[in-house]
């Protein structure tokens, strides 16, 4: 935790150390090193010390050594002196109380610069740089950092909700969308008007100002009500939305989400490599464990090919690269991103976090970025605590959804707990389900006291895994390890064998970083798992111990799961590719029904069953599929999903008083339903036969539409049309009129529609010169072969079979078929206009009847004016020149 200083120095006056690096053994602990030549008054008279080892020395022996900061894998700054005389040593400064970031800007300043700091969440102080040794030298201050700008993470929204079965839940849960939650964005502000995010706004006085389109993809991929179109459905589809801005990167106030109700926020942003446990990182942890029930979801980062370059982990690329201190807080959840195929991109950003513990601690869809990974995580965070609060009245603690979260994933990469997934993909089912099947506890311990809760394993048992969270006291900042209670979780059988958790090498090293998770005692993390692969039937006990407890209690949560020996669970199948979840292996056929199992028509009989997915290609229907796998053991038939071709609704035309929409027609479809929108979401304007609907203007308060098709099941609704924004003049698209190479006149009337249309005229100079009746096409086109010369003006004229009358706009052509040049008015009064075939160097003279020139002009454009004032009435000449020669003459009169 945090002590406010006895006073802020805004100046200060004192002289930056100078330090001379006695050889390049110290080359990167030098600007934490008082240098003296005397080695044994270095092992003296200080308070810490620089130490350097010829090999990483072991967790045990840095504990042991009282471990303050790591500087690298060899270099660390600690309290004891290492028994070891053959161990180099010198005096520490109080750097080690400063970022890296904050010394590396202070190296780079003038003597007489200074620079702004913080030591305490909130308060940003200005510092000389002559001044610093005397400032941080002073006990109060535990860390200096400089304030940072965060940025997002993600690229473009590629939304996948069907790989962390999301689609799952929402299909077997329907009635689960999020309503009466709300979730803050931490970030820039979102598009409140955006039709997704219409009218769930929940202001606030720490609102963004700047909106921004990463804001609008996370809100959606969060809450999106999918009126734009199936694609803009979130996962919480009934939640609420508040925006905090993010140029703080501290935690809000808990008054700003108890005032609001609000108990999960989304941190999708970040700033560069930051491994300590900072001001940011401890205020997280003390906000979480004071709240109890409040939930910080953070994406992990986007620079997972960057190298740290400070802390424990310096030098190791692809590793502990996580972007930004906040991160490395333990209370709240970090989430990494997948692919497609749940593998991990390099992208993502990795742990371990500062101290070796378990970062991210999941993983969900992010292949272009981990800020949706981490929006989707939360949107599934929003689902649970309503469930929960259905269940129990109450929204539950943020370490029972972690516990919950952690427990349902599902093992990627690596076998268990691993530094790129943590403990593996988002499974919003299995998540939900653990709430609905009260599989989870809530107790507590005290220091070496034991709590034991037993569980009875049936026959057939795949695996158990069971999950322990809790929320641990913050640490003191800039600490070199954040757990302050040590807790302890084993199971054991009935024949007394013992279980322990994954642990993970936190060595740094990057073989060992790169190893399989092992089992043992875990004295790092606040979140441990229990994996029992293929466990005999019968009772195992739950134990979980107070090993190192400095408060009076320590509070937890568990959350377990059996999965059967043959799981198999058909998904939702995405374009192209079916998909299920299993833990059998070998080889299956694989085939599908379209007449509720009366007949199977078979897509393969190669399937590699583990690989969890098989692409085929969905025949154009629409109606329900059913799937069977059969393996050498046991077939598996799926539930009914829908095939279905999409729909594309149309606007068809757009008048005074009504406007027609149109769709195409679905083979197999029974009926239609067009939906309005209406307030936040779209609702059920009318249910219809046919393939389109007249609307009339004085009975509908909106111009946002789509449609569904219906046959028993009603498929996916097409994207939404706003019916006025669709270039629509009552039935015109558009009409053009072009010159041909060939001196002829091509109209062309692109039509919404030719619904209840009669006839179609065409006009020159508001003349009928030809018409055309109308069919099913939309297009329309007719060939003036015999234009007039000069500027004509064309236009279309409409006649529907009711008697009504529309014109579309005048659209001028220039003609010349004759002559290169006209000109008009003849006669003319004040002006004289010159239409031109093409431009050229080209220069106009106007001659009276006595041979003088009295007006001189270039020519520029194709149909160019040429003032007449001042000239009396007469008869004149213009005369065109180009290239030195005249190339045009006409005699015209001036009224």
Same mark, same amino acid.
């Given at each position: 935790?945090?002590?406010?200083?006895?006073?802020?120095?805004?100046?200060?006056?004192?002289?930056?150390?100078?330090?001379?690096?006695?050889?390049?053994?110290?080359?990167?602990?030098?600007?934490?090193?008082?240098?003296?030549?005397?080695?044994?008054?270095?092992?003296?008279?200080?308070?810490?010390? +620089?130490?350097?080892?010829?090999?990483?020395?072991?967790?045990?022996?840095?504990?042991?050594?009282?471990?303050?900061?790591?500087?690298?894998?060899?270099?660390?700054?600690?309290?004891?002196?290492?028994?070891?005389?053959?161990?180099?040593?010198?005096?520490?400064?109080?750097?080690?109380?400063?970022?890296?970031? &904050?010394?590396?800007?202070?190296?780079?300043?003038?003597?007489?610069?200074?620079?702004?700091?913080? +030591?305490?969440?909130?308060?940003?102080?200005?510092?000389?740089?002559?001044?610093?040794?005397?400032?941080?030298?002073?006990?109060?201050?535990?860390?200096?950092?400089?304030?940072?700008?965060?940025?997002?993470?993600? !690229?473009?929204?590629?939304?996948?909700?069907?790989?962390?079965?999301?689609?799952?839940?929402?299909?077997?849960? @329907?009635?689960?969308?999020?309503?009466?939650?709300?979730?803050?964005?931490?970030?820039?502000?979102?598009?409140?008007?955006?039709?997704?995010?219409?009218?769930?706004?929940?202001?606030?006085?720490?609102?963004?100002?700047?909106?921004?389109?990463?804001?609008?993809?996370?809100?959606?991929?969060?809450?999106?009500?999918?009126?734009?179109?199936?694609?803009?459905?979130?996962?919480?589809?009934?939640?609420?939305?508040?925006?905090?801005?993010?140029?703080?990167?501290?935690?809000?106030?808990?008054?700003?989400?108890?005032?609001?109700?609000?108990?999960?926020?989304?941190?999708?942003?970040? +700033?560069?490599?930051?491994?300590?446990?900072?001001?940011?990182?401890?205020?997280?942890?003390?906000?979480?464990?004071?709240?109890?029930?409040?939930?910080?979801?953070?994406?992990?980062?986007?620079?997972?090919?960057?190298?740290?370059?400070?802390?424990?982990?310096?030098?190791?690329?692809?590793?502990?690269?996580?972007?930004?201190?906040?991160?490395?807080?333990?209370?709240?959840?970090?989430?990494?991103?997948?692919?497609?195929?749940?593998?991990?991109?390099?992208?993502? #950003?990795?742990?371990?976090?500062?101290?070796?513990?378990?970062?991210?601690?999941?993983?969900?869809?992010?292949?272009?970025?981990? #800020?949706?990974?981490?929006?989707?995580?939360?949107?599934?965070?929003?689902?649970?605590? /309503?469930?929960?609060?259905?269940?129990?009245?109450?929204? @539950?603690?943020?370490?029972?959804?972690?516990?919950?979260?952690?427990? #349902?994933?599902?093992?990627?990469?690596?076998?268990?707990?691993?530094?790129?997934?943590?403990?593996?993909?988002?499974?919003?089912?299995?998540?939900?389900?653990?709430?609905?099947?009260?599989?989870?506890?809530?107790?507590?311990?005290?220091?070496?006291?034991?709590?034991?809760?037993?569980?009875?394993?049936?026959?057939?048992?795949?695996?158990?895994?069971?999950?322990?969270?809790?929320?641990?006291?913050?640490?003191?900042?800039?600490?070199?390890?954040?757990?302050?209670?040590?807790?302890?979780?084993?199971?054991?059988?009935?024949?007394?064998?013992?279980?322990?958790?994954?642990?993970?090498?936190?060595?740094?090293?990057?073989?060992?970083?790169?190893?399989?998770?092992?089992?043992?005692?875990?004295?790092?993390?606040?979140?441990?798992?229990?994996?029992?692969?293929?466990?005999?039937?019968?009772?195992?006990?739950?134990?979980?111990?107070?090993?190192?407890?400095?408060?009076?209690?320590?509070?937890?949560?568990?959350?377990?799961?059996?999965?059967?020996?043959?799981?198999?669970?058909?998904?939702?199948?995405?374009?192209?590719?079916?998909?299920?979840?299993?833990?059998?292996?070998?080889?299956?056929?694989?085939?599908?029904?379209?007449?509720?199992?009366?007949?199977?028509?078979?897509?393969?009989?190669?399937?590699?069953?583990?690989?969890?997915?098989?692409?085929?290609?969905?025949?154009?229907?629409?109606?329900?599929? &059913?799937?069977?796998? /059969?393996?050498?053991?046991?077939?598996?038939?799926?539930?009914?999903?829908?095939?279905?071709?999409?729909?594309?609704?149309?606007?068809?035309?757009?008048?005074?008083?009504?406007?027609?929409?149109?769709?195409?027609?679905?083979?197999?479809?029974?009926?239609?339903?067009?939906?309005?929108?209406?307030?936040?979401? !779209?609702?059920?304007?009318?249910?219809?036969?046919?393939?389109?609907?007249?609307?009339?203007?004085?009975?509908?308060?909106?111009?946002?539409?789509?449609?569904?098709?219906?046959?028993?099941?009603?498929?996916?609704?097409?994207?939404?049309?706003?019916?006025?924004?669709?270039?629509?003049?009552?039935?015109?698209?558009?009409?053009?009129?072009? &010159?041909?190479?060939?001196?002829?006149?091509?109209?062309?009337?692109?039509?919404?529609?030719?619904?209840?249309?009669?006839?179609?005229?065409?006009?020159?100079?508001?003349?009928?010169?030809?018409?055309?009746?109308?069919?099913?096409?939309?297009?329309?086109?007719?060939?003036?072969?015999?234009?007039?010369?000069?500027?004509?003006?064309?236009?279309?004229?409409?006649?529907?079979?009711?008697?009504?009358? !529309?014109?579309?706009?005048?659209?001028?052509?220039? +003609? &010349?078929?004759?002559?290169?040049?006209?000109?008009?008015?003849? @006669?003319?009064?004040?002006?004289?206009?010159?239409?031109?075939?093409?431009?050229?160097?080209?220069?106009?003279?106007?001659?009276?009847?006595?041979?003088?020139?009295?007006?001189?002009?270039?020519?520029?454009?194709?149909?160019?004016?040429?003032?007449?004032?001042?000239?009396?009435?007469?008869?004149?000449?213009?005369?065109?020149?180009?290239?030195?020669?005249?190339?045009?003459?006409?005699?015209?009169?001036?009224?």
């Amino acid at each position: 935790m945090y002590r406010p200083i006895p006073y802020l120095y805004f100046l200060l006056t004192l002289c930056i150390w100078a330090i001379i690096a006695p050889s390049a053994t110290i080359a990167q602990s030098r600007r934490f090193v008082i240098l003296s030549e005397d080695t044994s008054y270095q092992r003296g008279a200080s308070s810490f010390y +620089v130490v350097k080892f010829s090999a990483f020395p072991g967790e045990s022996v840095l504990h042991r050594l009282q471990l303050v900061r790591s500087i690298n894998a060899l270099e660390h700054i600690v309290k004891q002196l290492p028994a070891d005389t053959t161990v180099k040593v010198w005096r520490a400064n109080n750097n080690w109380k400063a970022s890296d970031a &904050l010394l590396n800007k202070l190296e780079a300043l003038q003597p007489e610069d200074s620079i702004e700091l913080m +030591v305490q969440p909130h308060t940003v102080l200005r510092v000389a740089k002559k001044d610093w040794q005397t400032f941080i030298a002073q006990p109060s201050i535990q860390f200096a950092d400089i304030p940072r700008s965060p940025t997002t993470e993600i !690229m473009i929204n590629t939304a996948n909700a069907t790989l962390n079965t999301i689609t799952t839940l929402q299909q077997r849960i @329907p009635a689960l969308q999020g309503e009466g939650m709300r979730v803050s964005l931490k970030e820039t502000l979102y598009d409140t008007l955006d039709l997704d995010l219409l009218q769930r706004y929940v202001p606030g006085s720490l609102a963004a100002t700047v909106i921004a389109p990463h804001a609008t993809i996370m809100a959606t991929l969060i809450a999106g009500a999918g009126n734009s179109a199936p694609s803009g459905t979130g996962v919480a589809k009934k939640a609420q939305l508040a925006s905090s801005d993010f140029k703080n990167l501290f935690p809000d106030a808990v008054p700003y989400f108890s005032q609001n109700n609000i108990a999960l926020q989304n941190h999708s942003y970040g +700033v560069g490599i930051e491994n300590n446990y900072g001001l940011e990182a401890a205020a997280y942890d003390e906000q979480i464990f004071n709240t109890d029930t409040l939930l910080h979801v953070f994406s992990s980062g986007n620079i997972g090919v960057q190298t740290p370059n400070a802390g424990l982990y310096n030098g190791i690329t692809g590793f502990a690269n996580l972007s930004g201190t906040f991160k490395q807080a333990k209370n709240l959840l970090v989430i990494g991103g997948t692919d497609g195929d749940n593998n991990i991109p390099v992208a993502s #950003s990795k742990g371990p976090a500062f101290d070796g513990r378990v970062k991210p601690e999941l993983v969900a869809y992010g292949e272009d970025g981990t #800020s949706g990974a981490a929006a989707l995580v939360s949107g599934v965070g929003l689902l649970l605590q /309503e469930q929960y609060k259905l269940a129990f009245q109450h929204i @539950p603690p943020a370490s029972l959804l972690k516990a919950i979260l952690i427990n #349902s994933a599902d093992d990627i990469d690596h076998p268990g707990v691993d530094h790129s997934s943590g403990f593996g993909a988002l499974n919003a089912w299995q998540a939900v389900n653990t709430i609905t099947q009260q599989r989870f506890a809530a107790a507590h311990v005290t220091n070496g006291s034991v709590y034991t809760q037993t569980l009875n394993v049936p026959e057939a048992a795949y695996a158990l895994k069971v999950t322990m969270c809790y929320t641990d006291p913050p640490a003191t900042v800039n600490s070199a390890r954040a757990l302050i209670n040590d807790l302890d979780l084993w199971v054991t059988d009935a024949a007394g064998n013992r279980y322990e958790p994954w642990i993970l090498s936190t060595a740094p090293h990057l073989d060992s970083l790169r190893k399989n998770a092992r089992t043992g005692r875990d004295s790092l993390n606040n979140v441990e798992q229990v994996y029992v692969a293929l466990p005999a039937a019968g009772t195992y006990t739950i134990h979980v111990k107070g090993y190192n407890i400095t408060t009076a209690i320590q509070k937890f949560h568990l959350a377990w799961q059996l999965t059967p020996l043959l799981s198999f669970d058909w998904e939702p199948p995405i374009a192209e590719r079916l998909q299920w979840k299993t833990n059998i292996t070998g080889k299956g056929n694989i085939s599908y029904s379209l007449n509720n199992g009366v007949s199977w028509q078979p897509l393969t009989t190669d399937a590699t069953v583990e690989s969890g997915r098989f692409s085929w290609a969905a025949p154009n229907i629409f109606g329900n599929v &059913l799937f069977k796998m /059969e393996t050498a053991s046991q077939t598996f038939i799926s539930d009914p999903f829908l095939l279905a071709p999409s729909l594309t609704l149309h606007a068809g035309f757009d008048c005074t008083d009504s406007a027609l929409i149109y769709w195409n027609k679905i083979p197999g479809a029974a009926t239609y339903r067009v939906y309005a929108l209406n307030g936040p979401y !779209m609702t059920l304007y009318r249910e219809t036969r046919d393939t389109l609907m007249v609307l009339s203007k004085a009975a509908i308060s909106t111009h946002h539409f789509a449609v569904s098709a219906v046959n028993g099941t009603e498929g996916p609704r097409s994207t939404a049309i706003d019916y006025t924004n669709q270039a629509l003049q009552c039935y015109i698209l558009s009409f053009t009129a072009d &010159l041909t190479d060939d001196k002829r006149v091509q109209l062309q009337l692109q039509l919404g529609s030719t619904y209840k249309l009669k006839s179609i005229s065409w006009e020159r100079e508001q003349e009928r010169i030809a018409g055309n009746t109308t069919n099913n096409s939309t297009t329309y086109t007719y060939i003036d072969a015999s234009p007039i010369q000069g500027i004509v003006y064309y236009r279309a004229k409409l006649e529907t079979t009711d008697g009504k009358v !529309m014109y579309s706009d005048v659209v001028p052509v220039q +003609v &010349l078929t004759n002559d290169r040049y006209l000109l008009f008015p003849n @006669p003319a009064t004040n002006v004289l206009n010159v239409l031109s075939r093409d431009l050229g160097q080209r220069t106009l003279h106007i001659i009276d009847g006595n041979g003088r020139v009295v007006k001189q002009t270039l020519l520029v454009n194709l149909l160019q004016d040429i003032p007449l004032h001042g000239l009396p009435a007469g008869n004149y000449w213009c005369v065109i020149y180009g290239s030195g020669r005249k190339v045009f003459s006409a005699k015209f009169i001036k009224l």
